[in-house]
Structure formats: C-alpha cells, structure tokens
C-alpha cells in the first residue's frame, strides 16, 4: 500500500507494478500547474508525480519528461533531428566509444533503466474498478482486466507508463499479428495477451516452417509463449504437439490463438519448466536469446540469466528424445557479437550433454533495428544471425 496527503486527508491505495518494482520513495501530488522542467526534477530525484489533474495534461507531461530524458542522452528526438546532448551525455557516449561490446551493451542497458524510472514518475489513480476519475479520462477497465485480472475492488496507482503499455497490448491482442508461415488470411493471425512476448520476429518462425521435418508424429514445443510454433507445426502436418511453459498467462494466450487458428485439437498444453514427460522425435525450443538479468516478466522472453533455459533445454534433450529424433535450437548469435556468450561456450554446452549437431539453418534478421545506424547496439545488431541448430543424441 502505497499512501500520499490529499486536502489534508491521508489516502491509501495499492501499489501495482508488472516489473515488480517498489513504489517510489516519496510522492507528491501533482496536476495542471506543474512546470515540465520542475517535474523532471523530482523525477530525477525519485519522487513519483500521483496525478490529480486533466488526463490528457499527465499524457503530455510524459512526452516532456521523455524529451528531457532523451536530450540528456542526446538521443534523436521523434522528428528524427538529433537532441542536443547534455555534458552528461558527451562524457557517456565517449564512454560508451572506448567499451568493449560487452560493456557497451550493459551500459545501454543501465542508461534504459534510468530513463525508464525516470519515466516512471507519473502514476494516475485507479478506482475499485479500474476506472479513472480524472478530467478526460480514457475508459481502459477491460485493458486493465485483461492484464491483471476482474477488478477487487480495491483502489490502485499505476505508473501511466505501464497503463499506455497495457492499453498498447489490448490493440495487439485485438489487431493480431500476422503470421506468413500460418498460410493466407484470416487464420493467420496470432494475437498476443499481454505479459506474452508478441511474434514480430518472423524469421526464426519461418526458419521451423521451413526445415524438413524429421518425424511427423510428435513434437515437444518447449516455452510454447503464443502458441505460433506449435500451430506452425500442426500446419505443416506435425499430428500431435505437447506445448511446455512455466507461466499461466502464455498458457492461457496459447490456448486462445490455437483454439481461433482450429489445431487446439492436436494441441496438449502443460505447465512445465521446459520438458513435459516422455520423449517425442521432434523436441522444438526458442529460448531467450541474451544472457542477461531481466527486470520485467515480457523481457524474460528476451534474456535469460546465466543461460539458465537455454543450457537446461541442451543438458535435458538427450532424455526427451525418441532414437533419430532432433532437437530443434531456434537462437540468434547477437549474445556472441555483444561479448556475451562465445561461440565456444555454446559448443562446449552441446558436446557436454551429449548432442551432436546434424545441421543448421541461418537467417538474417529483418526487424528495424537490424538497420538502424544510430542503435547503441547497431554493431552487434547489423553483424546478428539467427540459427536454428538441428541436434542429435550422440
């Protein structure tokens, strides 16, 4: 519970957070008459900004704090023209010009968690219901409802960052996401939940469209998130899928887009870390692609600490493999190119669990960043090649 003055009366209200991180250290109280450049500092300060004015006005606050915070790291601004860099960010990117990739990419990473908190700063209210009582208030109750479940009764503060985020997934969950593997349109469409990292890296789904099926009968899809590989799967002819995850929300978003796609039928969906039991002549795995801590649940499907899935799926295949059955190894090498994880190390994963490597695949990545020069990470990103490694039992 989180609590601030108001006329004088004390309120309380409870904290919501999807990443998990505490409320801030002070708040104040804050509406129309607040000056952009004196909320950035308190924002910079830690104090979060609990909004008690027009709606519309907090929306705008956040586009000001976002362009004080892209100007102290000289970032481009939206009109594409390159914000002046503060002292600051002169000294950081010099800095960020003598590290090596490994450092670059955890200094990109400290400067987003900066901004990020300092964006942060600006939470709104929520009644009982998810309702907003503030002037020209958007009505998101069903946005929120989707990601945190029916409404209690209980009054809330959210950051309105993490609200625009939650609305921004309410769209893609009705839009949906094209699919070209999943054939021709209507039923090509995946629509992500939110919390589930969405499918907009095609290539790694057309690389399991693509590679010659080993076996037909069964496959194991290990971290089934959206459920789009094992509907790519059943698609090309696969006559029965098991779909793994550990968490409730991609368990519950994979049933809902195989169930609209017509394959749940051949779909067995099961809570697991990793393997279901058994073994099956095709075991498919994407795990997260950079060794890294990840500071929400959506970047769980981007990093992996330590390696953790990505070496418990290689030292766990052996046992889940029918005889000649492969293991389908679906990773990009930006962890080798950022200094992260040596292609060796990779190797020495393999030959220890006892796989062999029958071949591999490789796709350029086609995403915006991949060409996006002003990327902090642009090196690493243009140099980047996803694989899907086919693997075998020794």
Known sequence: MIEWSRQGQIQQAQWRSESGAPAPRRIATADDTLAADTAYRMACEGTGLLWQGDFQNARMLLQALMRRADAKSGKSTKAGKPA???KAATKAAEKAAAATPAEAFHLHRQAQAQRARVLASV???LEG???IDLRRAPDWRQACAEAWGPATGERSVATLRELLGLVGAHEWRKKGVEVPALGAPPLNRIHPHYGVF???RGEYVGLVADTPLPSNALAFDIGVGTGVLSAV??????QRVVGTDQDPRALICARENLQQLGVLPKVELVQADLFPPGRAPLVVCNPPWVPARASSPIEHAVYDEGSRMLKGFLAGLSDHLEP???GWLILSDLAEHL???PREQLMGWIADAGLTVRGRHDVKPHHAKATEA???LHAARAAEVTSLWRLAAS
Do not use: F, N, Q, T
Not at 233 to 238: H, N, Q, W
């Open 123 to 125: 939470l709104i209210p």
């Open 339 to 341: 200094g992260l994880r």
């Open 198 to 200: 969405s499918p907009v």
């Open 324 to 326: 000649g059955g492969e």
């Open 233 to 238: 799967l059943i698609r090309r002819g696969v």
């Open 374 to 376: 002003g990327d902090a």
């Open 129 to 131: 219901d998810y309702g």
């Open 84 to 86: 002046k860099p503060s």
